[in-house]
């Protein structure tokens, strides 16, 4: 039984990555119809603005995935750690999760009023 919720917290990490990196990239990939700009510094700044976002998307969402892995393995594995760490993974994953989601509907609304790509 222990070994189902280990792996259970391992499928919830790797969901929630996944959830999230759909999430975002519903906000980097340009929409389809917008015209495309033939001056080759705006296409390298739009270029570079995609690969920034990509990356910051996939390394912030990997990193709330396993977050909440590890958390659910040390908080449901008997062991040498305490109630009150375990008590705290579970609120730094909890809070993480939310927190990124919120900075992830602001600020990706906001690139996408700000900058037309």
Do not use: C, Q
């Not at 015209?35 to 296409?43: G, K, L, R, S």
């Not at 969402?61 to 396993?66: E, M, S, T």
């Not at 062991?79 to 760490?85: F, L």
């Amino acid at each position: 039984m222990n070994t189902l919720v280990l792996l259970s917290g391992v499928l919830l990490g790797a969901l929630v990555f996944v959830g999230t990196l759909s999430f975002h990239a519903v906000f980097l990939i340009p929409a389809p119809g917008t015209p495309t700009p033939t001056d080759p510094a705006v296409v390298a700044y739009r270029d570079t603005l995609r690969i920034l976002g990509w990356t910051s998307a996939v390394a912030m969402d990997l990193a709330l995935g396993f977050s909440l892995t590890i958390a659910w393995i040390a908080g449901v594995s008997k062991g040498e750690i305490s109630d009150g760490t375990k008590r705290g993974m579970f609120i730094f994953a909890t809070v993480f999760l939310a927190v990124w989601l919120v900075f992830s509907f602001s600020i990706y609304s906001i690139f996408r009023v700000l900058i037309f790509y």
